[in-house]
């Protein structure tokens, strides 16, 4: 059978899966698990999570600097939006996104960079999904495997099930009834993760001034949309893919959780701890800075009176002018 366009694509990233699958495999069997149990799979499965996500550790932590950066130069970037507030000529937007690619470039800030480990992980994901899809076809000798999931290995695997689910079966193509119970509650789980994912990061790892622009309303969107993303598409995929994802979310809670107690975000109520926590121990505290952002930056519009006397202090005080002496 012809594998397509779309699967001569998806072949190397199948390959690679497969080998990871097998060897995981391998392992729990050596340890005395039996070789066509669920479980076996699954830990393979969860095994695949493991493997990819400590390889995509460099990026996870040019994730968190740029979640930082991006935090930090909110104050700027909305300096810049509302010197072109109104301004809809074709001048000023060209003018206001040079403004705005120059302070990226000064700070070292990519907003392109939080969404790389999720990019990079899909191609696994839709990979999993088809080495799952075609393993009846590989069982009865109809496609050949990508790498060493053979003939005997993908019967087996698609024979495996969890909690009498198979792991290859979907809730929309089965009428099992352990199937549809179990691909739910992967799905309830995978949005209760996912919540508790970005309700941490938004009421711990963000400062206050963060939380009313665009970048918060995002996630505030996100914290819900992904639920409900979850319901429509999980229903079509195999159990064993909803494990994988079920996984990855845990992964990324953990993940995130160690990130925010350790290495907070500036003015979050985590980093307040943190300080917290290190002038207990008799530690120094260094605040994270962004190089190229100004430390002296013009006081904007929202920190100065109506009079423009000059800037307001912290606690909210409005300095007073100096009186000169004359000479007489």
């Known amino acids: 059978m012809e594998r397509g366009f779309w699967g001569t694509l998806m072949w190397p990233l199948e390959w690679a899966v497969e080998w990871v699958l097998v060897a995981f495999h391998a392992l729990n069997t050596s340890l005395g698990m039996p070789e066509a ?33 991006m935090q930090l130069i909110q104050p700027e970037l909305q300096k810049i939006q509302k010197k072109y507030k109104g301004k809809k000529d074709p001048e000023s937007q060209q003018a206001m996104t040079a403004e705005t690619m120059d302070l990226y470039k000064r700070t070292g800030t990519n907003p392109l960079s939080s969404c790389m480990p999720i990019l990079l992980q899909m191609p696994i994901f839709f990979a999993l999904f088809y080495v799952l899809n075609g393993l009846s076809q590989v069982a009865a000798g109809g496609r050949s495997p990508a790498g060493p999931l053979g003939r005997e290995l993908a019967s087996q695997a698609e024979r495996s099930t969890l909690f009498g689910a198979p792991l290859s079966a979907t809730f929309m193509s089965s009428g099992d009834l352990n199937t549809k119970i179990l691909t739910v509650i992967l799905i309830l789980l995978m949005s209760v993760s996912t919540f508790v994912t970005q309700h941490q990061l938004m009421r711990r790892n963000m400062p206050e001034s963060a939380l009313n622009n665009p970048f918060a309303q995002q996630q505030k969107i996100m914290l819900y949309l992904f639920p409900i993303i979850f319901a429509v598409t999980g229903v079509n995929f195999p159990i064993g893919v909803l494990i994988y994802w079920l996984v990855t979310n845990v992964w990324t809670l953990g993940q995130q959780f160690y990130v925010i107690n350790r290495m907070p975000a500036p003015g979050s109520p985590a980093e307040k701890a943190l300080q917290a926590r290190r002038q207990k121990r008799g530690k120094e505290h260094k605040a994270f800075t962004v190089p190229g952002l100004a430390k002296d930056a013009p006081a904007t519009e929202a920190e100065t009176d109506e009079e423009n006397q000059g800037p307001i202090r912290n606690s909210g005080q409005r300095q007073q002018p100096r009186r000169r002496k004359r000479k007489r």
């Open 37 to 69: 149990s669920g479980w076996n799979w699954a830990l393979a499965i969860a095994g695949l999570v493991v493997v990819v996500r400590m390889l995509l550790i460099p990026l996870f932590v040019k994730q968190i600097q740029s979640s930082r950066r």
